[in-house]
């Protein structure tokens, strides 16, 4: 398998602040676009590439091989069905070692090296300001997990993001146990780092717009040894509930304090702390049975069936001796999103009758607001042949563009360590607590 793996600083923290102004990285994307060799399109049978441009080191490596295993999955369909538009295609490992410092390099080689790339696939929270300017200046369609609150409302064309903004996923927290639980005071205990605070605003509207009251809203500096006081102002505003979103190092440190401070009160915790380490981290501070019994997450939902999860278990088990971890990857969002990002661009590219990204970024929407249901790349690709037009469904259910081109979801609070499935909220909870 291919891979680009541009090597920087170590990483020092889970989450980053930006470390380049957007002019900077403005001007580079143009000298790329101008040069590069991406926007007239590939030669007949050539095979296509998507870049898997996600963290594959560091504290957030995890979600990158998630991404690999979405995207390995797609292909081995799209491939064993003739490809798209008669062109195989390829999944491209970039390392973005989820830094800006980082990311910027990467990102500016893999533009200019790579032969026929159609599409970058990415879950880089925290680095869109940095990434986005170069794909789109590149004429890259980049359909991104990423959840940066500045994209809720931006105007880059190439840019399609198929999750909500950090700043919805707190509005879940507040959906969550404002409809879903007996508690009405709740505490925000959230990492200082750009991605985690994301959150914090969705919460608190939701909380105002839900009759919660938030007892307190205390960042925690990353990565400290102690977080004693934070801890002690925590248990003298006495909520019933906190929510929560850190690095794992951190959750370890502030988890055992609270139990060392005999504070037992449920949390509610965010897709950012899906990670193995983090889990770990968990168990090791307060154990297994105190995690599964007084913790959720609250995550972007899709069910676990239907003729495109079946597709998806059968590609998972197709794969499973070229990936990482694909048995554990059955019900992980993080992997079932990228296999749908993948489908889409495969569709677009079948749709559209062309390799030219800009050609294919215009068909992206369009493949999902046909007349035709299809849940696979093979009904899809069968439909467009037969001169259909097509919906796709995929595993994470409907996608539909708003004029900013993101997508709102079903969330779901599931138990850690089990991913059991606790409730579900509608998109009219999350919107209650959004204020619409």
């Given at each position: 398998?291919?891979?680009?793996?541009?090597?920087?600083?170590?990483?020092?923290?889970?989450r980053?602040?930006?470390?380049?102004?957007?002019?900077?990285?403005?001007?580079?994307?143009?000298?790329?676009?101008?040069?590069?060799?991406?926007?007239?399109?590939?030669?007949?049978?050539?095979?296509?590439t998507?870049?898997?441009?996600?963290?594959?080191?560091?504290?957030?490596?995890?979600?990158?091989?998630?991404?690999?295993?979405?995207?390995?999955?797609?292909?081995?369909?799209?491939?064993?069905?003739?490809?798209a538009?008669?062109?195989?295609?390829?999944?491209?490992?970039?390392?973005s070692?989820?830094d800006?410092?980082?990311?910027?390099?990467?990102?500016?080689?893999?533009?200019?090296?790579?032969?026929n790339?159609?599409?970058?696939?990415?879950?880089?929270?925290?680095?869109?300001?940095?990434?986005?300017?170069?794909?789109?200046?590149?004429?890259?369609?980049?359909?991104?997990?990423?959840?940066?609150?500045?994209?809720?409302?931006?105007?880059?064309?190439?840019?399609?993001?198929?999750?909500?903004?950090?700043?919805?996923?707190?509005?879940?927290?507040?959906?969550?146990v404002?409809?879903?639980?007996?508690?009405?005071?709740?505490a925000?205990?959230?990492?200082?780092?750009?991605?985690a605070?994301?959150?914090?605003?969705?919460?608190?509207?939701?909380?105002?717009?839900?009759?919660?009251?938030?007892?307190?809203?205390?960042?925690?500096?990353?990565?400290s040894?102690?977080?004693?006081?934070?801890?002690?102002?925590?248990?003298?505003?006495?909520?019933?509930?906190?929510?929560?979103?850190?690095?794992?190092?951190?959750a370890?440190?502030?988890?055992?304090?609270?139990?060392?401070?005999?504070?037992?009160?449920?949390?509610?915790?965010?897709?950012?702390?899906?990670?193995?380490?983090?889990?770990?981290?968990?168990?090791?501070?307060?154990?297994?049975?105190?995690?599964?019994?007084?913790?959720?997450?609250?995550?972007?939902?899709?069910?676990?069936?239907?003729?495109?999860?079946?597709?998806?278990?059968?590609?998972?088990?197709?794969?499973?001796?070229?990936?990482?971890?694909?048995?554990?990857?059955?019900?992980?969002?993080?992997?079932?999103?990228?296999y749908?990002?993948?489908?889409?661009?495969a569709?677009a590219?079948q749709?559209?009758?062309?390799?030219?990204p800009?050609?294919?970024?215009?068909?992206?929407?369009?493949?999902?607001?046909?007349?035709?249901?299809?849940?696979?790349f093979?009904?899809?690709?069968?439909?467009?042949?037969?001169?259909?037009?097509?919906?796709?469904?995929?595993?994470?259910?409907q996608?539909?563009?708003?004029?900013?081109?993101?997508?709102?979801?079903?969330?779901?609070?599931?138990?850690?360590?089990?991913?059991?499935?606790?409730?579900?909220?509608?998109?009219?909870?999350?919107?209650?607590?959004?204020g619409?």
């Amino acid at each position: 398998m291919d891979q680009i793996a541009i090597r920087g600083p170590e990483h020092r923290r889970r989450r980053w602040k930006l470390v380049l102004a957007p002019v900077a990285v403005l001007a580079v994307a143009l000298a790329l676009s101008a040069c590069g060799s991406n926007s007239s399109g590939a030669k007949a049978g050539a095979t296509l590439t998507i870049a898997d441009f996600s963290p594959f080191s560091g504290a957030n490596s995890d979600y990158g091989y998630l991404e690999q295993t979405g995207c390995e999955a797609a292909l081995h369909f799209i491939n064993a069905g003739g490809g798209a538009g008669g062109h195989k295609l390829s999944c491209l490992i970039v390392d973005s070692r989820g830094d800006p410092a980082d990311a910027v390099p990467a990102a500016q080689k893999m533009l200019a090296t790579t032969s026929n790339l159609v599409a970058v696939v990415d879950q880089n929270s925290g680095l869109l300001t940095a990434t986005v300017p170069l794909f789109d200046s590149s004429h890259i369609p980049d359909l991104s997990l990423g959840g940066d609150i500045p994209f809720d409302h931006n105007h880059y064309q190439y840019f399609w993001r198929t999750i909500p903004g950090d700043d919805i996923a707190g509005d879940a927290l507040a959906a969550y146990v404002a409809l879903k639980t007996p508690y009405r005071t709740i505490a925000a205990v959230f990492g200082n780092d750009q991605a985690a605070q994301g959150n914090v605003p969705g919460l608190l509207n939701g909380a105002k717009n839900l009759g919660l009251k938030v007892t307190i809203n205390e960042p925690l500096a990353i990565d400290s040894t102690t977080y004693e006081t934070e801890i002690q102002r925590l248990k003298s505003s006495n909520p019933q509930v906190f929510a929560s979103e850190t690095d794992p190092q951190t959750a370890g440190v502030f988890l055992g304090e609270l139990k060392q401070a005999g504070i037992n009160i449920p949390g509610v915790l965010t897709s950012g702390t899906l990670l193995p380490n983090w889990d770990r981290a968990a168990i090791a501070a307060i154990g297994a049975a105190s995690f599964k019994k007084n913790f959720v997450r609250v995550m972007l939902y899709a069910p676990s069936s239907g003729p495109a999860y079946q597709t998806w278990i059968q590609g998972l088990d197709a794969i499973k001796n070229t990936v990482r971890d694909a048995g554990k990857d059955a019900q992980q969002f993080y992997s079932e999103a990228p296999y749908d990002n993948v489908n889409e661009v495969a569709l677009a590219i079948q749709a559209s009758h062309s390799t030219d990204p800009s050609v294919i970024n215009n068909w992206i929407p369009k493949i999902t607001q046909g007349t035709t249901v299809v849940h696979t790349f093979a009904e899809g690709k069968a439909a467009l042949v037969a001169g259909k037009t097509i919906d796709y469904v995929g595993v994470t259910g409907q996608v539909h563009f708003n004029q900013y081109h993101n997508n709102a979801g079903v969330w779901a609070a599931q138990q850690p360590l089990t991913s059991k499935v606790i409730s579900i909220l509608s998109p009219t909870d999350v919107e209650r607590a959004v204020g619409h």
